[in-house]
C-alpha cells in the first residue's frame, strides 16, 4: 500500500511564493516517477513537475519553467518514506488552483495522469491580491 499526502497550499500575493510538499510513504521502490497535478478553476487537471528518480531529474512544463522547482529527498534507509518539495515563486493568479501529487513505478516518465495509480489529496493554492 503507497499513500502519498500533500500539503503547504494557502494563499498567497502576486509574486509572492509558497513551498508545497508531498509525502509518499509505503513500499517504495529504487525507481519511481512523483508529479505534481493542478486543476485550476474552469480547466481540466494538467501536470505542471515531474521528478524521476531514473536520473534524479524533474522536468517542468513551460508554464513554470523558471518559476517552479520540484526536488524529491532520499527516501529513508528503510526506502518506505520519500518527500517531495515543489518551490514556488513569482506565483501568478493563474497558478491558483488544487494541487495534487501522484506517483508511478518504474524508469518511464510520463505528465498523463493515467499513468499514475498513487494519488494524494490536493491541496489549494489561492494566488490573490
Known amino acids: 500500500q503507497v499513500r502519498l499526502v500533500a500539503s503547504g497550499g494557502r494563499e498567497v500575493p502576486p509574486g509572492g511564493s509558497l513551498r508545497l510538499s508531498c509525502t509518499m510513504s509505503g513500499n517504495i521502490p529504487t525507481y519511481y516517477a512523483i508529479t505534481w497535478f493542478r486543476q485550476s478553476p474552469g480547466k481540466q487537471r494538467e501536470a505542471v513537475a515531474l521528478?524521476?528518480?531514473?536520473?534524479?531529474?524533474?522536468?517542468?512544463?513551460?508554464?513554470v519553467k523558471g518559476r517552479f522547482t520540484f526536488s524529491v529527498e532520499p527516501a529513508s534507509e528503510s526506502q518506505n518514506v520519500v518527500r517531495g518539495y515543489l518551490e514556488m515563486a513569482r506565483l501568478q493568479p493563474e497558478d491558483t488552483g488544487t494541487y495534487s501529487c501522484a506517483a508511478a513505478f518504474g524508469i518511464k516518465k510520463s505528465l498523463e495522469e493515467s499513468y499514475y495509480p498513487y494519488w494524494g489529496q490536493g491541496t489549494r493554492v489561492t494566488v490573490s491580491s
Open positions: 521528478f524521476s528518480t531514473s536520473d534524479d531529474k524533474a522536468i517542468y512544463v513551460d508554464a
